[in-house]
């Protein structure tokens, strides 16, 4: 189970949306918070997302602990990835999207984080979290390859916060290969399978060649990235 968000990732906005997403789990959550993203910006900013995401899932009554992965020799701790293999919750905060996938790839963590997956667990990413789940993310500048868990999507956070000038350059670059996903803020899509659902206070807009959608909280048509 994948849930790609918008933005709000530990605020009260978002505290009905991750409380649905771990009841669905089988045993009882257990979850990792990662600050990667944000791990050049300095062990202040680091230390404020690690605790913003202990106090709200404490607050959900789930067992948490944040760790921190914020370079490559950290990706590559065994006693972090044998902490991220024994959850069943991992949680990729926002921040830069280069960094935060040039920092997991083939690393330890990640096959972690992998292994989480294959046995029915959750992977949530907010902001810059989400947008390397796709085939490919925009890596300032260009499009950059993604973990792909989306083939043909490139994913947009903050799709109705940011300018359109920047949405327009994705769909741009995109061109008629890739479907563009732009998750609202506040918002998931939630990736099960061929199952997509949104949850949340806004919507999702799906663009590619066969036009332009938005879809608010309900399932999505499996064929949705079908373009």
Not at 34 to 52: D, F, I, Q
Not at 108 to 115: G, H, K, N, R, T
Request: proline share 6%; glycine share 12%.
């Amino acid at each position: 189970m994948l849930a790609l968000v918008g933005s709000g990732e530990y605020l009260p906005a978002m505290e009905a949306v991750d409380s649905e997403l771990i009841s669905r789990l089988p045993e009882a959550p257990r979850v990792v918070c990662l600050p990667t993203a944000a791990g050049k910006e300095g062990p202040e900013r680091v230390n404020y997302w690690s605790c913003l995401g202990v106090d709200h899932f404490t607050g959900l009554e789930a067992k948490v602990e944040s760790l921190p992965v914020i370079d490559r020799a950290s990706a590559n701790d065994k006693v972090f990835a044998d902490t991220i293999a024994n959850a069943n919750v991992v949680y990729l905060s926002g921040g830069k999207p280069n960094y935060l996938y040039d920092t997991l790839k083939n690393s330890l963590v990640w096959e972690a984080v992998l292994s989480v997956l294959d046995k029915g667990g959750l992977l949530a990413g907010c902001s810059a979290g989400a947008m390397v789940l796709g085939e490919k993310f925009f890596g300032f500048p260009g499009l950059k390859t993604g973990f792909n868990f989306l083939p043909g999507v490139t994913i947009i956070p903050h799709f109705d916060e940011i300018p359109v000038y920047v949405i327009k350059s994705v769909q741009t670059l995109a061109g008629r290969n890739l479907t563009v996903l732009g998750i609202e803020g506040n918002t998931a899509l939630v990736c099960s399978g061929e199952h997509y659902e949104v949850l949340g206070s806004g919507g999702v807009v799906v663009q590619n060649r066969a036009g332009k959608t938005r879809h608010t909280s309900g399932l999505l048509p499996p064929d949705v990235f079908m373009g």
